[in-house]
């Protein structure tokens, strides 16, 4: 029998699928399940052409055609840094590791010296999707072993989505740099799915629109320049029905979950002093939402503003103004995304392409939206551009939708209701366009408790005033 092209440890929902995804694409493929081999077999007793599993892992590990290639589609975390260990035996001088799961790249940046040290190649590979896209082709984003990745890229290519007939992967950059980016378009994700929630929530609430109107109006939002993954999702979303003919959508628990990647960003933002306020905001909102008793007995004590009817109230122009403020918002949430991979590129040297980042996201992932064409072109003009918002590709949009903004925010606090990611993407941006902000205060609060000194805008070095007249 022919050797594999690769193995797959892990046999999952995203595993299987790539293991198919690969096998359908003529490549033979080895699999190997940690637990339950049983369940394994069980699951190939068809007989996959090109798809051969293996009950033993050193039987699998020889499967491979030399150099071995094995993809680790497992739970991020120890158990990834166990199968490490239990493969490594098996290896030989340039195998190839590839961690295709959501770790962390910091742990990245670990194996991949440890790794290297023992003449491994690593590469940790950001793959995005979901089980559809596993199957049928993610955006991919390799980082580690650049020889590494040349040997396996042309199954990537082969495998990943296709925008215009542009494979949706690209060599990211060193050690940690592909699980990187990979956990900033899921901090994106989360700001994302944040403000549009919040904008079908002022439509339902204060448009007075029901599910199916809801429906209509986000898939005509899909046709314009909100046209993406996640616009189009949540029209099919709203107009879902159960087999009881009700609308699923009303009864589902208003309590979102998380997995830990937008936590991450957030850190990350954190420790690199990068201002990611609205990624930052929808991971707090996800942890407020799981407050569901609190907010129960909130709402029988804290007091607000009911929902009345609005003066003067034009449905037309309150809902392009929503869509308005939902384009503007998601362009400052991917700005402040590529602004935080900007200064990641810079302290770990990894000199990130945001261009071919950008080509990335624009099919197989989750996040892709016909407007990252303008990032592209963007980028492509300038890879070093201070900020997204300083582009010509949306200067001009961000100046006339930001009115639009503002009237929706007025609006929803009047009414009582929340739109705190909204309400995020209009601080910062104010907060961004002042050239007098109210930090010179908090500089002399700092100096007067702590004598952390102080910049003065008239002289040149750092001042301490003795604050206190005896």
Not at 147 to 171: D, F, G, H, M, R
Not at 216 to 223: E, G, S
Not at 258 to 267: D, M, N, Q
Not at 310 to 334: M, P
Request: positive net charge; contains cysteine.
């Amino acid at each position: 029998m022919a050797k594999s092209s690769v193995g797959i440890i892990g046999m999952g929902v995203m595993g299987k699928n790539l293991a198919l995804n690969i096998a359908n694409h003529g490549y033979f493929v080895s699999v190997f399940n940690r637990s339950d081999s049983e369940t394994m077999k069980q699951l190939f007793q068809k007989s996959i052409d090109r798809l051969f599993p293996y009950l033993s892992i050193k039987e699998f590990i020889y499967s491979l055609k030399k150099p071995r290639c094995v993809l680790l589609m497992i739970q991020s975390g120890t158990p990834i840094d166990i199968m490490i260990e239990t493969i490594l035996p098996f290896l030989q001088e340039g195998d190839i590791i590839v961690d295709g799961g959501n770790s962390f790249y910091k742990d990245t940046i670990k194996r991949f010296n440890f790794l290297k040290k023992k003449q491994i190649q690593f590469l940790g590979v950001g793959i995005s999707g979901g089980e559809e896209g596993a199957l049928t082709g993610p955006a991919i984003m390799p980082g580690g072993d650049k020889k590494a990745y040349q040997i396996i890229s042309p199954i990537l290519k082969t495998i990943s989505a296709k925008y215009n007939q542009e494979a949706c992967v690209k060599y990211i950059g060193p050690n940690g740099s592909g699980h990187y980016v990979k956990m900033v378009h899921n901090g994106i994700e989360y700001s994302d799915m944040q403000l549009i929630s919040e904008a079908y929530f002022l439509l339902k609430h204060i448009a007075g629109m029901g599910n199916i109107e809801l429906s209509n109006t986000f898939d005509k939002w899909n046709q314009g320049e909100l046209s993406s993954y996640l616009i189009e999702i949540t029209g099919n979303i709203l107009r879902k029905k159960d087999i009881e003919n009700n609308f699923i959508i009303d009864y589902i628990l208003d309590s979102a979950s998380s997995k830990g990647t937008g936590l991450w960003t957030a850190k990350s933002a954190l420790d690199l002093n990068v201002p990611c306020s609205v990624i930052t905001e929808s991971v707090f909102l996800r942890y407020l939402s799981s407050l569901k008793a609190n907010r129960m007995i909130a709402s029988t004590i804290l007091s607000g503003p009911l929902v009345n009817k609005i003066k003067n109230f034009n449905k037309i122009v309150f809902v392009e103004d929503i869509r308005k403020a939902l384009y503007l918002g998601k362009i400052i949430s991917y700005a402040q995304g590529f602004s935080l991979m900007k200064r990641a590129s810079e302290y770990y040297d990894w000199n990130l392409n945001f261009s071919n980042i950008s080509k990335i996201f624009r099919a197989g992932c989750i996040i892709r939206a016909d407007f990252l064409n303008e990032i592209v072109q963007a980028y492509s003009s300038n890879n070093n551009i201070i900020d997204l918002l300083f582009a010509p590709q949306f200067k001009d949009i961000i100046n006339v939708y930001q009115i639009s903004l503002r009237n929706i925010v007025i609006t929803a606090i009047g009414c009582g209701i929340a739109v705190p990611l909204f309400s995020s993407v209009l601080s910062y941006y104010d907060s961004y366009r002042t050239i007098d902000s109210p930090a010179n205060l908090i500089q002399a609060q700092r100096d007067y408790f702590g004598a952390h000194t102080y910049e003065r805008i008239d002289k040149i070095g750092s001042f301490h005033t003795n604050w206190i007249d005896y």
